[in-house]
Structures are given as C-alpha cells and as structure tokens.
C-alpha cells in the first residue's frame, strides 16, 4: 500500500461505518469512498512466495495483518508507523 493510500484512508475512515474486519473495512469500504484503486499482489500470498524467488529486499514475512484491532487502535498503530517514517508521508 503506498502511503499516499494510507494517508487517504487515514483521511477516510473516520467518515465510514465501522465493521470489525479491518482489513475489508480499510481497503474496501474507505477505500471506495476516498477513491484509492486497489491491486492485487500475488507476491503477499504465501502460497506464491514458496514458488517465486523473490529479490532479498522483500521480505513478505516482515508484513503485518492487523486483525482483531479496535479503530482506536489501529488509530495508534499508524500513527506510530507515520511518525517512524516521517518522509515518506505525503504533507
């Protein structure tokens, strides 16, 4: 996900109905409505990481799911990752 991506669904989701999978609701729903196109990259499965080989600065394992978070939290969490890597946040 880029983060001009995440800046707009950072933007978006307090604007949007809330749902617990927060993987449909932040790439689907706010997604949609800040108007962030989505691709599919079969390099993130697992099951295409076996067959590929993959160049060594991707590392699929360093990826996180972030199921099970409350908004609040995953509020916090991306917060921490913008404040981590201030220049690749688009001002």
Do not use: C
């Not at 932040?26 to 108007?35: C, D, H, I, L, P």
């Not at 996180?64 to 409350?70: M, P």
Request: charged fraction near 20%.
């Amino acid at each position: 996900m880029t983060w001009t991506a995440v800046s707009l669904l950072a933007q978006g989701t307090p604007k949007a109905f809330y749902i617990s999978l927060e993987d449909v609701f932040a790439t689907g729903f706010v997604a949609e409505k800040m108007g962030v196109s989505r691709l599919h990259e079969t390099y993130l499965l697992m099951e295409q990481n076996r067959k590929l080989r993959l160049p060594s600065y991707v590392r699929p394992m360093e990826f996180v799911a972030a199921h099970a978070h409350t908004l609040q939290n995953q509020r916090k969490i991306w917060a921490k990752v913008m404040q981590k890597y201030p220049q690749q946040v688009p001002r």
